[in-house]
């Protein structure tokens, strides 16, 4: 199993100096799916404010983050130490590698409208509908995605998120931050996340139990 850290060198790029808002007004409580994720997009945006008010680089502080990222990096090698290396390595011991690769080419075909839209977004409109052509066809002939037919059919995957529709419309990426479990990322990754965890398969099923269990065979997927 190949060793992925949670973290590389602790770096960051200049971003623009924060303005100070107003803070919402609480929201209801949640009665449905639909207002939790609005909920989740909401209290993400609101960190991601809060935390460019005292996050941005300068030349005196080029990485004003590092306290905090060195915590997150920290706990990060406790999950994967004690939680998710034990359990990817009892799922590669236990899994046939063609099942594996079926789950992993599943999981990855659910993303492949996603990344359609936002290739399409970034201007990539042949790319974009390529993405698009490439669910359908391994969503039908590849049997819900669990073969990659698309791929020997010149339709490759891309795999594009929010984060990069930001960087192609000049968003700068902003000081360096580790997240919790997600690991190295910058503060327009973490703008973007919400937007991307709406989008994504698990976000689209009502029930919760079906939710969880996508997530958690996505993150065992990942490490494994």
């Known amino acids: 199993m190949s ?24 929201t209801a ?7 939790g994720r609005g909920t989740t997009v909401s209290m993400a945006l609101l960190l991601t404010s809060c935390v460019a008010l005292w996050g941005c680089a300068t030349p005196q502080r080029p990485d004003p983050l590092e306290a905090m990222n060195r915590k997150t990096f920290a706990l990060n090698e406790g ?10 390595t009892a799922y590669e011991a236990t899994v046939p590698i063609p099942v594996r690769t079926g789950v992993s080419n599943f ?3 659910l993303g492949d409208p996603w990344s359609g839209v936002n290739l399409i977004l970034q201007g990539r409109l042949k790319d974009g509908f390529s993405d ?12 819900l995605g669990v073969v990659d037919v698309a791929s020997g059919w010149g339709m490759p995957r891309h795999g594009e998120r929010f984060d ?11 000081a360096y931050l580790v997240l919790p479990l997600f690991g190295p990322s910058d503060l327009r990754g973490l703008a973007a996340w919400p937007i991307d965890s709406v989008a ?4 689209q099923v009502d029930d919760a139990g079906v939710a969880n269990a996508l997530t958690m065979v996505s993150i065992v997927d990942r490490r494994a």
């Open 29 to 35: 409580e949640v009665g449905t799916a639909h207002q």
């Open 79 to 88: 999950l994967d130490k004690f939680v998710l290396k034990p359990v990817a």
């Open 3 to 26: 060793s992925k850290p949670f973290v590389q060198s602790f770096h960051c790029e200049p971003c623009p100096t924060a303005r100070r808002g107003t803070r919402p007004e609480g």
């Open 132 to 143: 698009f052509g490439r669910f359908g066809t391994n969503t039908t002939v590849g049997l």
């Open 164 to 174: 990069g529709t930001l960087r192609t419309w000049g968003v700068a990426g902003g």
């Open 107 to 109: 999981l990855s075909n």
């Open 200 to 203: 994504s398969a698990a976000s």
